[in-house]
């Protein structure tokens, strides 16, 4: 295992056609010092996610080959989807998981995004932790008005680029590149077929309306099962932990009289996170990786 | 990683000799294919226990090491302590954990226990899932009489040892040696300085008297911290999982109008049992290891 490890996930604007998606991760299973570790395309939303980790020079290196591929392959001219977008290679955040601080990630956000401009002359929005200025925190806010409102939008200097000329790639657009935390997508289940429930709960506990800081969150009615849900992004699970999250939910689910039937996590969860979960319900002061038998005897053998 | 991987966690008759654990700790670590995880010496007990994981035929090559630097320097004759006793190794037993099954180890404990006679004339009995009568599967039950007894018990025709003469070796006893699930220590503390309450839980939940199966259980008095422990061992946490038996201890506390300040994992955890955690809480449905980062990135590098 490497002594430093980050996780990428940029998301492209391609959800459809499966030759440009598998040119795609070719491209980046071509990269050595990272693995490609899932993909997942939504049609509907005519978007791919991919997610690789490595060591920072190889992330840099598979980001590279990312735009390098997907810039002759998706024109966004003519890229129809639900999901908003404002380029080929939409957004590319990188996350600390191993020997990386989050600030190791913001600078090598900037590197990558300085990369991204000279050798393919797609502007670069630094968002999240990279940000430099506050507005551009947030990719919703930097996303707005998308590929087509872009042209007119990048003239105005409050939304000059970090890197590059304000002048719109013409078939690739702009992008967001930036250090985050992990995150978890998280969804909660109710025994009621009232989605006016699941609602009311994820407004109340998401950060936007007076919940909790790091969750986003919406109701939705899940019909084939004749129950709601309560759908999640946790986006700092360090600082709100998935097991406050829940019992905040079942708190707000008894005020109803409904109580939580199952949840689930979507895609990655790291392994900080569910001892998170363990700690809290099993009131252990701390679990430390070296109590896990698994952890020790990787340990010593790595030793 | 081995392909194969057992545990194995034998307990040695000297707790007090720096210079003998010393010995018998580099001993094991000469042996190529296991690792030496941890080794915990408890003087008042004059006992020492040794972890150590590595595949099959690592594991029996360091059962015979162990016996080998054990024999010259243990004897049982002059020991004293406050844990039970019949051997100087007093007991060996093998846990499947990845890539073998518990008939594996079971099969696994009869070539090491014929090894141990043949090399050390050290009388050995099966215990545990590897035991040739039901009387033998407890440990407490061989063990019943300890090194003195031994002389008198071994010619009763009903404690013939399953490898060897029935004859004490002079200075190093006999020796059980078996199959078993991981046995996890947990400790849950409540808030009350009544002991008697700690034991009634401790009688409520345990397979003995009534409770669950897999569940040993004893109430202690933690006099430093002005409360109770419920003090456990889990010998089978896949039919007895760790949240089933606190969620019913706090239901049993709950009768005495006490509950859970705290509990603790002594030693080592398989992965498996805090997975099981994660479940039961968050109401998965399976917790899946492709789900958690670390795993899926270790497969990744793998494969």
Not at 140 to 166: C, L, M, N, T, Y
Not at 179 to 199: H, P
Not at 276 to 284: H, R
């Amino acid at each position: 295992m490497w002594e430093k490890i980050v996780e990428c996930v940029p998301n492209v604007s391609e959800g459809r056609n499966q030759e440009t998606i598998r040119a795609l991760a070719a491209a980046l299973e071509r990269v050595s010092e990272i693995k490609l570790l899932d993909v997942e395309s939504d049609p509907d939303h005519n978007r791919s996610v991919f997610t690789f980790a490595g060591t920072p020079e190889g992330v840099k290196a598979a980001v590279m080959a990312l735009f390098a591929a997907a810039l002759p392959r998706i024109d966004l001219r003519k890229h129809r989807g639900e999901h908003p977008r404002m380029g080929a290679v939409d957004v590319v955040p990188f996350v600390p998981v191993r020997g990386v601080t989050m600030e190791d990630c913001v600078i090598l956000s900037r590197e990558v995004g300085q990369g991204i401009w000279e050798r393919f002359q797609v502007p670069v929005y630094l968002y999240a932790n990279s940000a430099t200025r506050p507005e551009r925190e947030d990719l919703a806010a930097i996303r707005k008005g998308e590929f087509e409102g872009f042209f007119e939008k990048i003239k105005d200097p409050a939304w000059a680029p970090d890197f590059g000329e304000p002048e719109v790639h013409p078939t690739a657009g702009v992008v967001a590149v930036g250090a985050r935390e992990f995150l978890i997508a998280y969804n909660v289940y109710l025994n009621t077929d009232d989605v006016r429930i699941a609602k009311a709960i994820a407004r109340a506990i998401r950060g936007s309306s007076g919940g909790l800081r790091y969750v986003k969150a919406l109701g939705f009615e899940i019909k084939e099962r004749g129950l709601v849900q309560v759908s999640m992004n946790l986006t700092n699970y360090k600082k709100t932990p998935i097991p406050r999250v829940l019992e905040l939910i079942r708190r707000e689910a008894a005020r109803y009289g409904v109580s939580v039937v199952e949840s689930e996590i979507v895609g990655l969860v790291p392994q900080g996170a569910l001892d998170q979960v363990v700690e809290y319900y099993l009131q252990l002061p701390r679990l430390e990786p070296q109590m896990v038998f698994e952890r020790r005897l990787e340990e010593a053998l790595k030793g």
